[in-house]
Protein backbone atom coordinates (compact mmCIF):
# COMPACT_ATOMS: atom_id res chain seq x y z
CA UNK A 1 0.00 0.00 0.00
CA UNK A 2 1.28 3.54 -0.94
CA UNK A 3 0.34 5.77 2.25
CA UNK A 4 0.32 9.28 2.04
CA UNK A 5 0.71 11.60 4.86
CA UNK A 6 -2.16 14.16 4.00
CA UNK A 7 -5.63 14.47 5.87
CA UNK A 8 -7.39 13.74 2.25
CA UNK A 9 -5.91 10.39 2.07
CA UNK A 10 -6.88 9.68 5.22
CA UNK A 11 -10.14 10.66 4.71
CA UNK A 12 -10.58 8.70 1.25
CA UNK A 13 -9.30 5.41 3.12
CA UNK A 14 -11.95 6.04 5.94
CA UNK A 15 -14.53 5.88 3.62
CA UNK A 16 -13.62 2.60 2.06
CA UNK A 17 -13.19 1.29 5.30
CA UNK A 18 -15.89 -1.31 5.68
CA UNK A 19 -16.08 -1.68 9.55
CA UNK A 20 -15.78 2.51 9.83
CA UNK A 21 -19.36 2.23 10.76
CA UNK A 22 -18.77 0.55 13.95
CA UNK A 23 -17.03 3.59 15.21
CA UNK A 24 -20.55 4.75 16.10
CA UNK A 25 -21.16 1.86 17.94
CA UNK A 26 -18.23 3.41 21.00
CA UNK A 27 -18.60 6.09 23.36
CA UNK A 28 -15.00 7.90 23.40
CA UNK A 29 -13.71 10.09 26.42
CA UNK A 30 -13.84 13.66 26.00
CA UNK A 31 -11.06 16.48 27.72
CA UNK A 32 -11.90 20.51 27.17
CA UNK A 33 -15.29 19.49 25.28
CA UNK A 34 -13.51 17.39 22.68
CA UNK A 35 -13.19 13.75 22.44
CA UNK A 36 -10.08 11.71 22.20
CA UNK A 37 -8.04 10.47 19.82
CA UNK A 38 -8.50 7.13 21.81
CA UNK A 39 -5.22 4.89 21.22
CA UNK A 40 -5.29 2.69 23.96
CA UNK A 41 -7.66 -0.10 23.29
CA UNK A 42 -4.53 -2.32 24.59
CA UNK A 43 -5.33 -1.22 28.20
CA UNK A 44 -8.89 -0.29 28.25
CA UNK A 45 -11.22 -0.80 25.59
CA UNK A 46 -14.02 1.81 24.84
CA UNK A 47 -17.53 1.45 25.80
CA UNK A 48 -19.99 0.21 23.84
CA UNK A 49 -22.71 2.37 23.04
CA UNK A 50 -24.90 -0.62 24.14
CA UNK A 51 -23.76 -1.57 27.40
CA UNK A 52 -25.70 0.37 28.93
CA UNK A 53 -29.24 -1.41 27.50
CA UNK A 54 -27.41 -4.78 27.83
CA UNK A 55 -26.95 -4.84 31.50
CA UNK A 56 -29.83 -2.69 32.47
CA UNK A 57 -32.20 -5.08 30.73
CA UNK A 58 -30.47 -7.95 33.24
CA UNK A 59 -30.87 -5.01 36.09
CA UNK A 60 -34.22 -4.74 35.38
CA UNK A 61 -34.70 -8.93 35.39
CA UNK A 62 -33.22 -8.76 38.40
CA UNK A 63 -35.66 -6.35 39.75
CA UNK A 64 -38.69 -7.69 38.11
CA UNK A 65 -37.79 -11.70 38.75
CA UNK A 66 -35.45 -11.75 40.82
CA UNK A 67 -34.72 -15.23 41.91
CA UNK A 68 -36.46 -17.14 39.12
CA UNK A 69 -34.21 -14.67 37.02
CA UNK A 70 -31.77 -17.89 37.10
CA UNK A 71 -34.70 -19.97 34.90
CA UNK A 72 -36.94 -17.10 33.39
CA UNK A 73 -36.50 -14.15 31.25
CA UNK A 74 -35.20 -13.53 27.46
CA UNK A 75 -32.03 -14.94 28.27
CA UNK A 76 -31.77 -16.99 31.81
CA UNK A 77 -28.85 -16.42 33.77
CA UNK A 78 -28.30 -19.84 33.99
CA UNK A 79 -27.69 -20.24 30.41
CA UNK A 80 -26.24 -16.94 29.94
CA UNK A 81 -22.85 -18.17 29.66
CA UNK A 82 -23.69 -20.00 26.69
CA UNK A 83 -24.84 -17.17 24.21
CA UNK A 84 -20.92 -15.84 25.15
CA UNK A 85 -19.93 -19.10 24.56
CA UNK A 86 -20.58 -19.28 20.91
CA UNK A 87 -19.54 -15.01 20.35
CA UNK A 88 -16.02 -15.75 22.02
CA UNK A 89 -15.26 -19.23 19.86
CA UNK A 90 -15.01 -18.00 16.61
CA UNK A 91 -12.90 -14.60 18.40
CA UNK A 92 -10.34 -17.04 19.56
CA UNK A 93 -10.19 -19.89 17.07
CA UNK A 94 -11.87 -22.22 19.23
CA UNK A 95 -15.37 -24.59 19.44
CA UNK A 96 -17.58 -23.14 21.26
CA UNK A 97 -17.62 -26.16 24.05
CA UNK A 98 -13.53 -24.99 24.77
CA UNK A 99 -14.07 -21.64 26.21
CA UNK A 100 -16.23 -20.78 28.92
CA UNK A 101 -16.36 -16.85 30.44
CA UNK A 102 -15.05 -16.79 34.02
CA UNK A 103 -13.57 -15.48 37.01
CA UNK A 104 -10.53 -12.75 35.33
CA UNK A 105 -7.58 -13.38 33.66
CA UNK A 106 -4.62 -14.28 36.82
CA UNK A 107 -7.00 -15.89 38.45
CA UNK A 108 -7.98 -18.27 35.27
CA UNK A 109 -3.77 -18.92 34.98
CA UNK A 110 -3.86 -20.01 38.62
CA UNK A 111 -7.00 -22.57 38.10
CA UNK A 112 -5.65 -23.62 34.74
CA UNK A 113 -1.75 -23.94 36.00
CA UNK A 114 -3.19 -26.47 38.92
CA UNK A 115 -4.69 -28.88 36.09
CA UNK A 116 -1.96 -28.26 33.70
CA UNK A 117 1.25 -27.49 35.56
CA UNK A 118 2.29 -30.85 37.01
CA UNK A 119 5.72 -31.19 38.00
CA UNK A 120 7.37 -34.39 38.46
CA UNK A 121 10.87 -35.28 39.81
CA UNK A 122 12.63 -34.26 36.56
CA UNK A 123 10.17 -32.67 34.47
CA UNK A 124 9.67 -29.54 36.38
CA UNK A 125 11.17 -26.62 34.24
CA UNK A 126 8.52 -23.68 32.66
CA UNK A 127 9.99 -22.13 29.47
CA UNK A 128 8.37 -18.28 29.34
CA UNK A 129 9.24 -15.24 27.61
CA UNK A 130 11.59 -12.51 29.63
CA UNK A 131 9.91 -9.67 30.55
CA UNK A 132 6.46 -11.21 30.33
CA UNK A 133 3.70 -9.23 32.39
CA UNK A 134 4.56 -9.12 36.17
CA UNK A 135 1.09 -11.12 36.98
CA UNK A 136 2.04 -13.49 34.69
CA UNK A 137 5.40 -14.09 36.73
CA UNK A 138 4.24 -13.45 39.90
CA UNK A 139 1.54 -16.70 39.16
CA UNK A 140 4.16 -18.54 37.29
CA UNK A 141 6.54 -17.99 40.42
CA UNK A 142 4.11 -18.59 43.42
CA UNK A 143 2.97 -21.91 41.61
CA UNK A 144 6.45 -23.09 41.21
CA UNK A 145 7.21 -22.37 45.03
CA UNK A 146 3.56 -23.93 45.91
CA UNK A 147 4.92 -27.57 44.05
CA UNK A 148 7.64 -26.94 46.10
CA UNK A 149 10.65 -25.84 43.64
CA UNK A 150 12.93 -22.80 43.36
CA UNK A 151 11.88 -20.35 40.61
CA UNK A 152 15.33 -19.45 39.96
CA UNK A 153 16.03 -23.16 39.11
CA UNK A 154 12.70 -24.00 37.55
CA UNK A 155 11.78 -20.84 35.67
CA UNK A 156 13.51 -20.49 32.26
CA UNK A 157 13.04 -17.14 30.24
CA UNK A 158 14.12 -16.92 26.92
CA UNK A 159 15.31 -12.92 26.39
CA UNK A 160 16.43 -11.30 23.10
CA UNK A 161 19.83 -10.95 21.85
CA UNK A 162 21.65 -8.18 22.93
CA UNK A 163 20.81 -5.02 20.91
CA UNK A 164 17.27 -6.59 20.13
CA UNK A 165 14.02 -5.88 21.26
CA UNK A 166 12.10 -9.16 20.30
CA UNK A 167 12.71 -12.66 19.80
CA UNK A 168 13.51 -14.77 17.19
CA UNK A 169 11.12 -17.69 17.41
CA UNK A 170 14.44 -20.03 16.37
CA UNK A 171 15.83 -19.32 19.78
CA UNK A 172 12.47 -19.83 21.41
CA UNK A 173 12.54 -23.43 19.80
CA UNK A 174 15.78 -23.75 20.30
CA UNK A 175 15.58 -23.32 23.59
CA UNK A 176 12.39 -25.94 24.11
CA UNK A 177 14.92 -28.33 22.82
CA UNK A 178 17.71 -27.99 24.85
CA UNK A 179 15.50 -28.37 28.07
CA UNK A 180 13.59 -31.02 26.55
CA UNK A 181 14.47 -33.64 29.01
CA UNK A 182 12.87 -31.31 32.21
CA UNK A 183 9.93 -29.41 30.50
CA UNK A 184 6.85 -29.26 32.33
CA UNK A 185 5.13 -26.30 30.55
CA UNK A 186 5.74 -23.61 28.03
CA UNK A 187 3.62 -20.83 28.75
CA UNK A 188 4.16 -17.42 26.38
CA UNK A 189 1.75 -14.42 26.18
CA UNK A 190 0.15 -14.63 22.93
CA UNK A 191 1.48 -10.78 22.22
CA UNK A 192 3.83 -9.37 24.36
CA UNK A 193 2.39 -6.25 26.60
CA UNK A 194 4.97 -4.05 26.05
CA UNK A 195 6.66 -4.68 22.40
CA UNK A 196 3.79 -5.71 21.07
CA UNK A 197 5.47 -9.17 19.28
CA UNK A 198 2.96 -11.86 18.57
CA UNK A 199 4.90 -14.49 19.11
CA UNK A 200 4.80 -17.50 16.55
CA UNK A 201 2.07 -19.77 18.75
CA UNK A 202 1.97 -22.65 16.39
CA UNK A 203 5.93 -22.83 16.12
CA UNK A 204 5.77 -22.92 19.82
CA UNK A 205 3.45 -25.15 20.15
CA UNK A 206 4.55 -27.44 17.92
CA UNK A 207 8.45 -27.44 19.55
CA UNK A 208 6.70 -28.42 23.44
CA UNK A 209 4.96 -31.03 22.11
CA UNK A 210 8.33 -32.46 20.36
CA UNK A 211 9.49 -31.53 23.63
CA UNK A 212 7.15 -33.60 25.88
CA UNK A 213 5.51 -30.17 27.32
CA UNK A 214 2.17 -29.04 28.18
CA UNK A 215 1.91 -25.58 26.07
CA UNK A 216 -0.49 -22.41 27.39
CA UNK A 217 -0.38 -18.96 26.21
CA UNK A 218 -2.37 -15.84 28.03
CA UNK A 219 -3.95 -14.32 25.49
CA UNK A 220 -4.41 -10.64 26.84
CA UNK A 221 -3.10 -8.89 24.41
CA UNK A 222 -3.78 -11.17 21.62
CA UNK A 223 -8.01 -12.19 21.84
CA UNK A 224 -9.55 -9.75 20.05
CA UNK A 225 -6.64 -8.19 18.41
CA UNK A 226 -5.32 -10.85 16.15
CA UNK A 227 -6.77 -14.15 15.00
CA UNK A 228 -5.94 -16.74 16.88
CA UNK A 229 -6.60 -20.66 15.91
CA UNK A 230 -6.23 -21.99 19.35
CA UNK A 231 -8.02 -25.75 18.35
CA UNK A 232 -6.33 -25.94 15.02
CA UNK A 233 -2.63 -25.07 16.79
CA UNK A 234 -3.20 -27.38 18.98
CA UNK A 235 -2.63 -25.40 22.01
CA UNK A 236 -3.69 -27.36 25.41
CA UNK A 237 -4.91 -23.64 27.38
CA UNK A 238 -5.27 -20.93 27.41
CA UNK A 239 -6.59 -17.99 29.23
CA UNK A 240 -7.55 -13.74 28.40
CA UNK A 241 -9.03 -10.82 29.90
CA UNK A 242 -11.75 -9.37 27.53
CA UNK A 243 -11.44 -5.52 28.86
CA UNK A 244 -8.67 -5.08 26.69
CA UNK A 245 -9.43 -5.55 22.79
CA UNK A 246 -12.96 -6.79 23.47
CA UNK A 247 -14.35 -3.41 25.54
CA UNK A 248 -16.06 -5.54 28.25
CA UNK A 249 -15.29 -2.49 30.80
CA UNK A 250 -12.80 -2.25 33.91
CA UNK A 251 -12.26 -5.31 35.61
CA UNK A 252 -14.38 -7.52 33.28
CA UNK A 253 -15.24 -11.16 32.81
CA UNK A 254 -12.19 -13.51 31.97
CA UNK A 255 -12.28 -16.04 29.22
CA UNK A 256 -10.92 -19.84 29.52
CA UNK A 257 -9.76 -22.21 26.57
CA UNK A 258 -9.31 -26.29 27.40
CA UNK A 259 -8.74 -27.77 23.97
CA UNK A 260 -11.25 -30.70 23.42
CA UNK A 261 -8.34 -33.44 23.91
CA UNK A 262 -8.04 -32.93 27.42
CA UNK A 263 -12.35 -33.29 27.79
CA UNK A 264 -11.98 -36.45 28.65
CA UNK A 265 -8.92 -36.92 30.71
CA UNK A 266 -9.98 -37.48 34.08
CA UNK A 267 -6.45 -37.40 35.81
CA UNK A 268 -6.34 -33.67 35.28
CA UNK A 269 -6.28 -31.96 38.61
CA UNK A 270 -8.81 -29.34 39.28
CA UNK A 271 -9.98 -26.62 41.78
CA UNK A 272 -13.81 -27.93 41.72
CA UNK A 273 -16.59 -26.03 42.58
CA UNK A 274 -20.45 -26.42 42.13
CA UNK A 275 -20.71 -24.47 39.46
CA UNK A 276 -18.59 -26.84 37.50
CA UNK A 277 -20.29 -29.76 38.10
CA UNK A 278 -22.64 -31.37 35.06
CA UNK A 279 -25.44 -28.66 34.77
CA UNK A 280 -28.25 -31.60 34.26
CA UNK A 281 -27.64 -32.80 37.77
CA UNK A 282 -26.13 -29.91 39.52
CA UNK A 283 -29.55 -29.29 41.39
CA UNK A 284 -29.55 -32.97 43.05
CA UNK A 285 -27.01 -31.41 45.07
CA UNK A 286 -24.46 -34.45 45.81
CA UNK A 287 -22.00 -35.77 47.32
CA UNK A 288 -18.88 -36.43 44.46
CA UNK A 289 -17.60 -34.02 41.95
CA UNK A 290 -18.62 -35.03 38.60
CA UNK A 291 -17.71 -32.15 36.22
CA UNK A 292 -19.34 -30.73 33.34
CA UNK A 293 -17.66 -31.13 30.08
CA UNK A 294 -15.54 -28.92 28.05
CA UNK A 295 -14.32 -25.64 29.76
CA UNK A 296 -17.59 -25.58 31.50
CA UNK A 297 -16.30 -27.97 34.00
CA UNK A 298 -13.17 -25.59 35.06
CA UNK A 299 -16.04 -23.20 36.61
CA UNK A 300 -16.61 -22.77 40.60
CA UNK A 301 -19.11 -19.91 41.68
CA UNK A 302 -22.04 -19.28 40.27
CA UNK A 303 -22.09 -17.26 36.32
CA UNK A 304 -21.07 -13.56 37.57
CA UNK A 305 -24.21 -12.65 34.93
CA UNK A 306 -23.79 -9.01 35.19
CA UNK A 307 -20.33 -8.62 33.91
CA UNK A 308 -21.46 -11.24 31.35
CA UNK A 309 -23.70 -9.20 30.31
CA UNK A 310 -20.93 -6.19 29.32
CA UNK A 311 -18.87 -8.42 27.60
CA UNK A 312 -22.01 -9.82 25.53
CA UNK A 313 -22.69 -6.33 24.43
CA UNK A 314 -19.30 -6.10 23.29
CA UNK A 315 -19.21 -9.45 21.49
CA UNK A 316 -22.41 -8.47 19.26
CA UNK A 317 -20.32 -5.90 17.79
CA UNK A 318 -17.76 -8.24 16.94
CA UNK A 319 -19.99 -10.42 15.49
CA UNK A 320 -21.86 -7.74 13.54
CA UNK A 321 -18.32 -6.83 12.10
CA UNK A 322 -18.01 -9.83 10.96
CA UNK A 323 -15.36 -11.24 13.58
CA UNK A 324 -11.62 -11.66 12.84
CA UNK A 325 -11.51 -11.46 9.70
CA UNK A 326 -12.62 -7.90 8.35
CA UNK A 327 -11.05 -6.66 11.78
CA UNK A 328 -7.48 -7.98 10.94
CA UNK A 329 -7.61 -6.45 7.61
CA UNK A 330 -8.46 -3.46 8.97
CA UNK A 331 -5.98 -3.84 11.68
CA UNK A 332 -2.81 -4.20 9.18
CA UNK A 333 -3.51 -1.37 7.25
CA UNK A 334 -4.00 0.95 10.45
CA UNK A 335 -1.06 -0.06 12.22
CA UNK A 336 1.57 0.17 9.23
CA UNK A 337 -0.16 3.63 8.61
CA UNK A 338 0.95 4.38 12.31
CA UNK A 339 4.31 2.91 11.49
CA UNK A 340 5.01 4.85 8.55
CA UNK A 341 3.20 8.39 10.16
CA UNK A 342 6.10 7.96 12.54
CA UNK A 343 8.52 7.43 9.94
CA UNK A 344 7.11 10.86 8.54
CA UNK A 345 7.98 12.69 11.71
CA UNK A 346 11.95 11.06 11.42
CA UNK A 347 11.92 12.38 8.03
CA UNK A 348 10.57 15.66 8.76
CA UNK A 349 12.99 16.48 12.03
CA UNK A 350 16.13 15.20 10.30
CA UNK A 351 16.93 12.41 12.42
CA UNK A 352 15.17 8.88 14.24
CA UNK A 353 14.06 10.69 17.22
CA UNK A 354 11.03 7.71 17.27
CA UNK A 355 12.42 4.10 17.37
CA UNK A 356 9.38 1.26 16.84
CA UNK A 357 9.97 -1.61 18.45
CA UNK A 358 7.16 -3.33 17.50
CA UNK A 359 7.94 -6.15 14.94
CA UNK A 360 8.24 -5.10 11.22
CA UNK A 361 6.84 -7.63 9.89
CA UNK A 362 2.85 -7.68 10.23
CA UNK A 363 2.71 -10.82 10.60
CA UNK A 364 4.48 -10.63 13.83
CA UNK A 365 2.17 -8.03 15.44
CA UNK A 366 -1.33 -6.65 16.06
CA UNK A 367 -2.25 -3.62 16.44
CA UNK A 368 -0.09 -2.08 19.31
CA UNK A 369 3.45 -0.03 18.08
CA UNK A 370 5.67 0.44 20.79
CA UNK A 371 7.84 3.36 20.69
CA UNK A 372 11.00 4.47 22.01
CA UNK A 373 11.47 7.74 22.32
CA UNK A 374 14.60 9.80 22.88
CA UNK A 375 15.24 13.01 24.22
CA UNK A 376 12.39 14.43 26.72
CA UNK A 377 10.01 10.84 26.13
CA UNK A 378 7.69 12.03 29.20
CA UNK A 379 7.28 15.39 27.61
CA UNK A 380 6.31 14.19 24.24
CA UNK A 381 3.90 12.16 25.94
CA UNK A 382 2.17 14.30 28.18
CA UNK A 383 1.95 16.54 25.18
CA UNK A 384 0.22 14.27 23.35
CA UNK A 385 -2.60 13.97 26.25
CA UNK A 386 -2.77 17.28 26.94
CA UNK A 387 -4.02 17.55 23.12
CA UNK A 388 -6.32 14.88 22.96
CA UNK A 389 -4.53 12.00 21.97
CA UNK A 390 -4.51 9.16 24.56
CA UNK A 391 -2.22 6.62 24.15
CA UNK A 392 -0.32 4.92 27.09
CA UNK A 393 3.32 5.10 28.82
CA UNK A 394 5.25 2.78 30.11
CA UNK A 395 8.62 2.63 32.08
CA UNK A 396 11.40 3.93 31.27
CA UNK A 397 10.87 5.50 27.61
CA UNK A 398 8.27 3.49 25.66
CA UNK A 399 4.79 5.41 24.42
CA UNK A 400 2.37 2.85 23.39
CA UNK A 401 0.00 3.44 20.68
CA UNK A 402 -3.18 0.85 19.65
CA UNK A 403 -5.58 1.75 16.48
CA UNK A 404 -8.04 -0.66 17.22
CA UNK A 405 -10.46 -1.62 13.93
CA UNK A 406 -13.52 -1.42 15.35
CA UNK A 407 -13.42 2.49 16.82
CA UNK A 408 -10.35 4.05 14.91
CA UNK A 409 -9.87 6.05 11.79
CA UNK A 410 -6.98 6.59 9.55
CA UNK A 411 -8.16 10.13 10.25
CA UNK A 412 -6.76 9.62 13.86
CA UNK A 413 -3.78 7.90 12.92
CA UNK A 414 -2.94 11.32 10.41
CA UNK A 415 -3.79 13.55 13.17
CA UNK A 416 -1.60 11.45 15.75
CA UNK A 417 1.57 11.70 13.15
CA UNK A 418 0.34 15.67 12.39
CA UNK A 419 0.42 16.14 16.28
CA UNK A 420 3.44 14.65 17.34
CA UNK A 421 5.67 16.43 14.55
CA UNK A 422 4.27 19.46 16.22
CA UNK A 423 5.37 18.17 19.72
CA UNK A 424 8.46 17.13 18.70
CA UNK A 425 9.35 20.25 16.57
CA UNK A 426 8.06 22.39 20.20
CA UNK A 427 10.01 20.51 22.60
CA UNK A 428 14.15 20.27 22.45
CA UNK A 429 14.93 16.79 21.83
C1 LIG B 1 -3.47 -7.14 31.25
C2 LIG B 1 -2.73 -8.38 31.59
C3 LIG B 1 -2.98 -9.07 32.78
C4 LIG B 1 -3.98 -8.54 33.78
O1 LIG B 1 -4.47 -9.57 34.58
P1 LIG B 1 -5.79 -9.37 35.44
O2 LIG B 1 -5.82 -10.61 36.24
O3 LIG B 1 -6.92 -9.20 34.49
O4 LIG B 1 -5.61 -8.15 36.28
C5 LIG B 1 -2.30 -10.26 33.01
N1 LIG B 1 -1.41 -10.75 32.11
C6 LIG B 1 -1.14 -10.09 30.96
C7 LIG B 1 -0.16 -10.67 30.00
C8 LIG B 1 -1.77 -8.89 30.68
O5 LIG B 1 -1.48 -8.24 29.56
Keep these: MNFQNTLSFARTMDQQDPLQKFRDEFLFPQQNGKPFIYLCGNSLGLQPRSA ?121 VARI ?113 VPEPGADGWQISCSQVMPMALYYASLQIFEAAGFMGPIRAKSKLLTAYLIYTIDQVNLAIGYQQYQVITPENENDRGTQVSIIASGNAKGVFEKLVAHNVLGDWREPNVIRLSPVPLYNSFEDVFLTGELLLKISKEIAV
Excluded at 66 to 80: H, I, K, L, S, T
Excluded at 94 to 112: D, I, S
Excluded at 267 to 286: C, D, H, I, P, V
Design 52 to 172: REVLGKELDNWQNLAVEGWFEGERPWMFYHQELKKLMAPIVGALPAEVCPMNTLTVNLHLLLVSFYRPQQKRFKIIMEAGAFPSDQYALESQVRFHGYDPAEAIIEVAPRAGEYTLRTADI
Design 177 to 289: AENADELALVLFGGINYFTGQWFDMKAITEAGHAAGAVVGFDLAHAAGNVPVQLHDWDIDFACWCSYKYQNSGPGGIGGLFIHEKHFKDDSLNRFAGWWGYQESTRFKMEKGF
